[in-house]
């Protein structure tokens, strides 16, 4: 079973980026200026969602990364595993009702690979057909998230959105420029997929 793809993050303090990275390299950067005294507010956010990660910071350095990657996980799950019987495995597959009229069954099952494979084939195609207008959802909404929680106090702040969601990138990053440095930096890596590709261009 692969592993699980580590989380990466980006803290701040205040306004300023304290860390990006992984989560358990990033919870330790925060950890440290707490330690340090750190007044300013301190959220860590999750780049993929731009959602705000909780951490428990309680303890040494060593009990805050256990806490973030539990030992032994990865044996646990597997033991919770059936076990695996002959054959070729199922390489994840998951079997589950499907309702089809008899005319879809007898166009898939007369297809190559049989019924199986050319669902999965109709599901791959329909996935990249439909990939650029997710990726751009889900920027969307990660800048959307991020923006609210750091830069809601912000000139434009509302405008900022309306041109996320417009795809009005000039007007976008031109509000950005008027926002705190880091901040407007992080809010435009989130949110840059969510703009037609071929326009180009950086924040800055």
């Known amino acids: 079973m692969p592993e699980n793809p ?10 300023r980026r304290l860390a990006s ?9 925060v950890k ?8 300013a507010p301190l959220l860590t956010f999750e780049d993929a969602t731009g959602r705000v990660v909780d951490l428990d910071l309680r303890g ?5 990364v256990a806490r973030l990657s539990p030992p032994g996980a990865g044996r646990e799950e597997a033991a919770a595993l059936p076990p695996r019987g002959r054959g070729r495995p199922k390489l994840g597959v998951v079997a589950r009702e499907v309702t089809l009229l008899p005319r879809h069954w007898d166009w898939l099952n007369a297809q190559p690979g049989g019924a199986s494979v050319a669902l999965r084939r109709l599901v791959e ?4 057909a439909s990939g650029g207008k997710e990726r751009r959802r889900e920027a969307q909404e990660a800048a959307h998230r ?16 309306r041109a996320l969601y417009a795809g009005s990138r000039e007007t976008f990053q031109a509000i950005l420029r008027a926002w705190p440095a880091d901040v407007g930096d992080h809010a435009w890596r989130l949110a840059g997929p969510a703009f037609p590709a071929e326009e180009g261009g950086a924040h800055g």
């Open 60 to 64: 040494t350095a060593e009990a805050v």
């Open 21 to 29: 990275g992984p989560l358990p390299e990033v919870a330790l950067a």
């Open 32 to 39: 440290a200026a707490l330690d340090q005294g750190a007044t």
């Open 6 to 15: 580590v989380k990466l993050c980006t803290a701040f303090q205040g306004t």
């Open 125 to 128: 195609e329909a996935r990249q």
């Open 146 to 161: 991020f923006m609210t929680a750091m830069a809601g106090d912000e000139p434009g702040f509302e405008e900022a959105l």
